[in-house]
């Protein structure tokens, strides 16, 4: 009993953010006149909603333009693509993005109509380098503690986003960059990635993370190598060690990686969402805690889905061998 109320009470906040209205905060208010201005450049929903790539590059040095917010339509609706646009820094994560990126995740978080989010780079060749050293090194030293908090927090939110999170990594991702990547459900690289957690060299550690999430992914021995050496590994060692679910060969637009996540979104969207979303609550709670403690997690979660209009529609669908339609609800 006392397991089962310790779940329950973790669902309450999920719940919360579930049935949120989806009217409220669904377009990244910073980033709207951005999304205009994409528009207007004819930057339309394809199967590379980000083809235009060289489109966005072309005015990306100001700071509003740091991220880049798409809420795919059409029969992609349910996706959103979230890319950092930040060329001439090599996409570091800088106060600016921070805070672009934390109110992007929290209008995402209140949205129950996103079914999955794609984390990918507006830049050629790379993810994200990590942390900006350049505006680093113009902190004070009392500075830089509460930044990197927000940074670490930021990459905490991005973890516990109620929808699958899928990291598209077609060019370098170091430090910073990888901890946002390990706070994803599932990373897909292209074979010419770089990887790697590179803090030891500048005689630091991940603080964003990284100690923790990438023992978890690879192994606690692996992961200790890894940061220990701060060795960067490529696509396909990165999947040889499980780093990433999928290495795919780099095709000449740069976004092979990009592609095979938005295949997987799509294999995702079908599915029923709360289903969805309470399976990765009940994977992502139960796997820190016993069998025991984790399976009485896995019930709750599976009573939320019971008295849904989607459990019922599956069933229907099934009889009358067709496709559901599931909403949702």
């Known amino acids: 009993m006392a397991a089962q109320f310790g779940c329950r009470s973790l669902l ?184 790697g957690l590179v803090e030891t060299k500048l005689a630091i550690i991940p603080g964003a993370g990284g100690t923790q999430r990438l023992p978890r992914v690879i192994g606690v021995s692996l992961a200790k190598e890894l940061i220990y050496t701060a060795r960067v590994v490529d696509g396909t060692e990165a999947c040889r060690l499980g780093l990433v679910s999928h290495s795919v060969d780099q095709n000449k637009a740069g976004d092979a990686a990009y592609l095979r996540a938005l295949a997987l979104a799509r294999e995702i969207n079908p599915q029923g969402p709360i289903a969805v979303r309470m399976a990765k609550l009940a994977i992502n709670q139960g796997i820190e805690v016993d069998l025991s403690t984790g399976l009485a997690i896995e019930e709750a979660c599976y009573a939320q889905v019971i008295p849904t209009k989607d459990r019922l529609e599956g069933l229907a669908a099934f009889k009358e061998k067709r496709i559901p339609n599931y909403k949702g609800e």
């Open 12 to 195: 309450r906040p999920f719940r919360l953010h579930f049935t949120d209205s989806a009217s409220r905060g669904t377009i990244l208010p910073s980033c709207v006149t951005l999304r205009q201005y994409v528009c207007s450049a004819k930057w339309r929903s394809s199967s590379r909603p980000f083809g235009l790539l060289s489109v966005a590059r072309t005015y990306s040095s100001e700071a509003k333009d740091d991220l880049v917010v798409k809420y795919l339509d059409g029969q992609d609706y349910g996706i959103v693509v979230v890319g950092i646009n930040r060329p001439k820094a090599k996409n570091a994560i800088s106060k600016n993005l921070v805070k672009m990126m934390s109110e992007a995740v929290e209008n995402i978080k209140k949205n129950n109509k996103v079914r999955s989010v794609i984390l990918c780079s507006l830049v050629p060749g790379i993810f994200c380098a990590g942390a900006d050293l350049k505006e680093r090194a113009k902190m004070h030293q009392s500075e830089v503690g509460p930044f990197v908090s927000k940074a670490r927090a930021l990459i905490t939110e991005l973890g516990n986003l109620p929808m699958p999170t899928i990291a598209a990594i077609d060019g370098a991702a170091l430090g910073g960059g990888l901890e946002m990547a390990l706070a994803c459900d599932i990373r897909v690289a292209s074979d010419a990635a770089k990887m």
